[in-house]
């Protein structure tokens, strides 16, 4: 299993290093397997295709956010701050190949792909539906409903603004984040 998930590490660390440098429109994986030695047969079993790999390099992203619970006093935060720290994480642990990001989401939504626009919107779902778990969001009814909706606006456009935030650190899109959890702070206590 551990040498499984290393060549499937391997793979996505080379697509996004080869990215880096050609586009992620630019990525062929057969280049990718003659990069790490491999043939195309045995990158199959792990991939089905490039979108494939653009996929696991999101679920990374999900998983350092998921890892923010487990830092300590993390859970006595309140709410809105939980909510900032696991987006800010999401967002952080991808910054690096920002522009990589922006390239493989300009693929996914590409209007000529519907299969990848409505797998993208299936991954946005679930990646929500963990901000929710790893902030400790554990409301039902009308109100999960509102969150759920509410999550799903404000990730979106935090991360279209990301994708364009060239300030030091991206701390636009954080200044941006903050004032959008304390409008959405407002609009919930109203609500309930």
């Known amino acids: 299993m551990a040498s499984r998930r290393n060549l499937s590490d391997k793979v996505v660390d080379c697509?996004?290093?080869?990215?880096?440098?050609?586009?992620?429109?630019?990525?062929r994986l057969h280049d990718v397997a003659d990069d790490?030695?491999?043939?195309?047969?045995?990158?199959?079993?792990?991939?089905?295709?490039?979108?494939?790999?653009?996929?696991?390099?999101?679920?990374?992203?999900?998983?350092a956010m998921l890892a923010t619970r487990d830092k300590k006093g993390?859970?006595?935060?309140?709410?809105?701050?939980?909510?900032?720290?696991v987006i800010n994480?999401?967002?952080d642990v991808q910054a690096i190949h920002r522009g990589v990001v922006r390239h493989i989401l300009e693929a996914k939504?590409?209007?000529?792909?519907?299969?990848h626009n409505v797998a993208l919107l299936a991954a946005l779902s679930r990646t929500v539906q963990w901000i929710r778990e790893a902030s400790g969001?554990?409301?039902?009814?009308?109100?999960?409903?509102?969150?759920?909706?509410?999550?799903?606006?404000?990730?979106?456009?935090?991360v279209?603004?990301?994708?364009?935030?060239?300030?030091d650190g991206q701390i636009r899109t954080k200044a941006f984040l903050d004032r959008s959890l304390a409008v959405s702070d407002q609009l919930m206590a109203r609500l309930f």
């Open 15 to 27: 697509a996004v290093e080869r990215a880096a440098e050609v586009g992620w429109a630019n990525v």
């Open 36 to 63: 790490l030695g491999l043939s195309l047969s045995d990158l199959r079993p792990y991939f089905c295709d490039l979108n494939d790999v653009a996929d696991a390099w999101f679920k990374r992203a999900d998983m």
């Open 74 to 85: 993390f859970t006595s935060l309140p709410p809105r701050e939980r909510i900032s720290a």
């Open 89 to 91: 994480q999401w967002l």
């Open 109 to 115: 939504l590409y209007p000529g792909h519907p299969h």
């Open 137 to 158: 969001l554990d409301a039902g009814g009308r109100r999960r409903q509102i969150e759920e909706i509410g999550l799903t606006t404000l990730f979106t456009a935090v």
């Open 160 to 167: 279209f603004m990301w994708l364009r935030d060239e300030s």
